[in-house]
């Protein structure tokens, strides 16, 4: 089996680590199809098209030669193992799109470009064959010398690259300024951008553009600050979170971004101007009078240009994601991981139990009023009623009786539910984040079944410290005189009622919460924190009532026996009773009250966890809660499904080849990588539909 390549975290940032050699030469021989004085080669056909898979059968041939020439550093026409291993190396290196633009224009090997070969590529690139670049301008007797006789090295020309498509962009505005005025039409300033600078036009901006400039002529001061502006859109995120802070929600005025961008001197009134003009034709209708001269992080986003300057780093991340959690994780890795869910989990669940702990009061006390074995008239007519009498006769703090053996209980409780459920989950959801509905359940239900062990002895002194207020005249009751009382086995009784009663309703809650989130989700399946909290939420509906008769034996077991009252001696001798004694409608008694208190305590609870994971999210190499990613820049959805094959650095090699094209312009004739990687994602996305 091919050992492939893993992320590893360096510094906080993603490394892709080469393949094994001998992994790497199977590969090679696989596609290799000459065979020469004993060594085997692969010719251009069979690396770009047949490896690579970013050209047709069909391609251009010189297309084809140029792009094989990057791997072919002999430039015989043919691909050596070595040469193979060694554009690997290259791809691993986080510089490797100037790399890859270096040696497609080093066209003879020699570790220089010369004017001749900066041309004879430039040349075929569609940018130039549709707005025809200055070869005799100043831009190239700078870079050449004025005779063009000077050869740039790799940092010469990578920062050629960097001012290339800036130029081209003021050629073509002064081959378009017809009148010489300084100013092109809406049509012709269109034209430039899609041609010239598309590589940073998201589909929003693309289809504005003449909406930008209301039809009208474009001066060129206006022309260079919305292209310095795009280039300038992550220096916008900043200034746009310093004024925001972490509320990423924030509606900023322009006086407000223009107070924090004059500490940022690249930074123009006009292209504060520009940004804001555009963050109001994302809202034409509706809410555009609301935030008419505001911008939000949403805006922002929709106008960021494609960050391909970091796409194999991204690539790397996504394609490991997607691949699932990695096999290899040690014992103490996931150890560190599962004791990191057990924290976040701990303090999850107190914020839940506390914030709801009054109507588990008021549902245990109903819950253990009796209405056939007991003379007398009952002391609660419903929830209304004991909340308001429990008040009166017992204080505020009335509501809280138990609160703190709950809150030791709950931590743990909460903490051994949602570990195990994540911990069985995860090994049960397959490379594509899939997980069938009956392993779903057995992932709850085994993460109901772990915390009663732990949580049964707190759960039954919780419930003696709740019913004990109602015996006004009986003696102290506290925690530590209910554990002597009751003994270690006491302690446990009721635990089959509560395996009966926890085991099913995780079983029910957490496979309708996952599947609430998709449903909340939005269009790139991010989860907000509202949608996280009513899926939660409405989880809790349906597992809460269903498993109300074993809440209401489980209760009934575990109080302290009265005078009066029937004695139960088990789960079956406890059900049989309140059949014959009060009615099938006993067995549902607190049901409102139940799904009152868990409803909203786990929905607080639930996203307060995912909440703790995004903002204290640790990489232990497993897989990341469904509905958690920030939403990514459009490039993501470039990236296509990696090839068995593609080994090592081989990973990033598509990626890497369409950055050429997005990142720098280079667009060869046939030469669309991203539009290939467009169509295998769309593929892939519609057999997943299906």
């Keep these: 089996m091919l050992k492939t390549a893993t992320c590893e975290n360096l510094l906080g940032l993603p490394v892709l680590k080469k393949a094994d050699v001998e992994d790497l030469r199977s590969v090679f021989l696989k596609y290799a199809t000459l065979e020469k004085d004993g060594e085997h080669y692969m010719t251009p056909k069979d690396f770009v098209i047949k490896y690579l898979g970013i050209e047709k059968e069909d391609a251009d041939p010189t297309t084809l030669a140029l792009l094989a020439g990057v791997v072919d550093e002999t430039k015989d026409g043919l691909i050596s193992f070595v040469e193979f291993q060694a554009f690997e190396s290259l791809l691993c290196s986080p510089d490797a799109l100037y790399l890859l633009a270096f040696q497609l224009f080093d066209s003879n ?86 041609t010239v600078r598309k590589h940073m036009l998201t589909p929003f901006v693309e289809e504005n553009l003449v909406s930008l400039v209301g039809g009208k002529q474009v001066s060129f001061p206006y022309f260079t600050g919305l292209n310095h502006l795009l280039s300038s859109m992550e220096l916008v995120k900043k200034i746009y979170r310093q004024v925001a802070g972490n509320n990423l929600k924030a509606e900023v005025t322009r006086e407000e971004f223009l107070i924090a961008a004059q500490k940022v001197s690249q930074v123009t009134p006009l292209e504060v101007d520009i940004l804001f003009h555009l963050c109001d034709l994302i809202n034409p209708t509706g809410l555009s009078t ?58 999850a669940g107190g914020c839940g139990a506390t914030a709801v702990y009054p109507i588990d009061l008021v549902k245990t006390r109903l819950q253990n009023q009796r209405s056939g074995s007991y003379v007398g008239e009952l002391m609660y007519k419903n929830s209304f009623d004991c909340f308001r009498k429990v008040i009166r006769h017992e204080g505020f703090f009335g509501l809280y009786s138990g609160l703190v053996p709950q809150l030791m209980g709950v931590a743990p409780e909460k903490a051994i539910k949602l570990t195990v459920n994540d911990l069985v989950r995860d090994k049960f959801t397959n490379k594509d984040g899939e997980i069938v509905l009956p392993a779903e359940m057995l992932a709850g239900g085994c993460g109901g079944m772990c915390q009663v062990m732990f949580t049964n002895p707190l759960e039954i002194v919780k419930i003696r410290l709740q019913v004990a207020g109602e015996i006004q005249s009986g003696p102290r009751v506290s925690a530590l005189s209910v554990c002597r009382e009751l003994g270690f086995a006491g302690l446990y009784k009721g635990a089959s009622a509560c395996f009966l009663r926890d085991i099913p309703f995780s ?34 509906a349906p597992a809460a009532s269903l498993v109300t008769p074993a809440d209401v034996i489980k209760t009934r077991l575990q109080v302290k026996e009265r005078e009066g009252f029937t004695v139960y001696k088990g789960l079956l001798d406890c059900s049989r009773k309140i059949w014959k004694e009060e009615g099938g409608k006993a067995f ?103």
């Design 109 to 194: 090997g020699n570790g220089y470009v010369s004017y001749d070969e900066f041309k004879s590529v430039m040349s075929q690139t569609h940018i130039h064959q549709h707005i025809p670049f200055d070869w005799e301008g100043e831009f190239c007797k700078m870079y050449f010398g004025w005779d063009k006789k000077k050869d740039l090295s790799y940092a010469e020309f990578t920062q050629l690259l960097q001012s290339l498509q800036y130029e081209h962009a003021r050629v073509a505005f002064r081959m378009r300024d017809k009148n010489k005025n300084g100013f092109i039409t809406a049509l012709d300033f269109s034209d430039i951008m899609i």
């Design 290 to 347: 609301q935030l008419k001269g505001r911008i939000t992080y949403e805006a922002i986003e929709r106008i960021a240009p494609l960050e391909e300057g970091t796409l194999p780093y991204e690539m790397v991340e996504a394609q490991r994601r997607k691949e699932g959690p990695q096999q290899n994780r040690g014992i103490v890795v996931q150890l560190a991981e599962s004791a990191y869910r057990f924290f976040l989990g701990g303090i």
């Design 507 to 540: 079983a029910i809650y957490f496979p309708v919460y996952a599947h609430g989130k998709k449903y909340l989700a939005d269009e790139n399946g991010h989860n907000s924190i509202p949608s996280l909290l009513l899926a939660a939420t409405v989880a809790g």
């Design 588 to 690: 549902w008694k607190g049901a409102p009250a139940r799904m009152f208190r868990s409803c909203p305590q786990f929905g607080v609870t639930l996203m307060v966890y995912e909440v703790l994971q995004r903002t204290f999210y640790i990489d232990f190499g497993g897989r990341r809660p469904e509905g958690s990613e920030v939403k990514k820049a459009p490039s993501i959805m470039d990236l296509p499904p990696p090839n068995p094959d593609h080994i090592g650095g081989y990973r990033l090699a598509v990626a890497t080849f369409a950055g050429i094209e997005r990142k720098f312009g280079l667009a060869l004739p046939k030469f669309t990588p991203s539009q290939i990687i467009q169509a295998q994602v769309q593929k892939e996305v519609g057999v997943q539909a299906s």
